[in-house]
């Protein structure tokens, strides 16, 4: 087995139905193989959507789970700014330069005018939880629909074609300067979308063939890889 760590350098609509992989639930990766389980969030809870998957099976697995989130909005000159998840209850929210409270509700956070400045919002989201199961080596696509809208996640259920005779690689996240982890950080391999870093600041790649690969790890308060000058984006497997 394979473990890489990464360093960091510093740096819809509103009420829109939203859908994301649950990759901590999926064993903290993002390419399964057919009879595994894989898990999607649909925020916010309580729709009761209709569920379409092709080449699977689904199930909810729970409701009415609720997280708390705190995000830093900037505004360049511009009076609205999108939150990442759709607002259930406002805990704290900070004032601008001048003074001023922004409007908070669905994912918009507003003012009346146009400012530079930013703001930071705490807030408690919620969401029900989907279980699906993929039958064979192809991808699956969930489909949620509800008075809010329609919205898709695709599943990469194409594990079963990955070369047993290759090496199986642990990405982990570490700040450059201080080493402590990072979780939750994006991770693009090769330009796709591999997954998130869990609580330990890790994520399993899967078995990677020998060769070179080009990696970009995204967090919010850190420069992307490629923008950093550490040697961080890219990586190789002998």
């Keep these: 087995m394979g473990s890489l760590i990464v360093g960091f350098g510093t740096e819809s609509r509103e009420g829109e139905l939203l859908l ?54 900037p505004f360049a000159d511009q009076s609205s700014g999108r939150l990442k998840y759709p607002v259930v209850r406002v805990l704290n929210v900070s004032r601008a330069a001048d003074g001023s409270s922004p409007f908070v ?11 530079l400045d930013s703001v930071s919002v705490e807030y408690e989201t919620s969401y029900d939880l989907i279980e699906i199961t993929g039958f064979s080596a192809r991808y699956v696509i969930l489909k949620a629909s509800s008075a809010k809208g329609a919205a898709y996640c695709v599943l990469d259920y194409t594990g079963d074609e990955t070369d047993l005779s290759s090496r199986l690689v642990i990405l982990t996240a570490r700040d450059a300067a201080s080493r402590e982890i990072i979780p939750h950080a994006q991770v ?11 609580g330990g600041g890790m994520l399993n790649l899967g078995r990677l063939k020998k060769g070179q690969y080009s990696l970009l790890v995204r967090k919010d308060g850190y420069l992307d890889t490629d923008k950093d000058n550490l040697k961080n984006d890219s990586f190789r497997i002998e």
Excluded: C, Q
Aim: aromatic share 14%; net charge positive; no cysteine.
């Design 20 to 73: 994301t992989e649950d990759y901590e639930r999926g064993g903290n990766k993002s390419l399964y193989s057919a009879g595994e389980k894989s898990y999607v969030r649909i925020y916010p809870a309580g729709l009761n959507a209709e569920i379409t998957v092709s080449g699977g099976s689904w199930k909810y697995s729970a409701y009415g789970l609720s997280e708390l989130h705190m995000e830093h909005i």
């Design 105 to 115: 509700g669905g994912r918009s956070v507003r003012f009346r005018e146009n400012r």
């Design 188 to 198: 693009f391999m090769n330009g796709t979308f591999r997954g998130v870093t869990d």
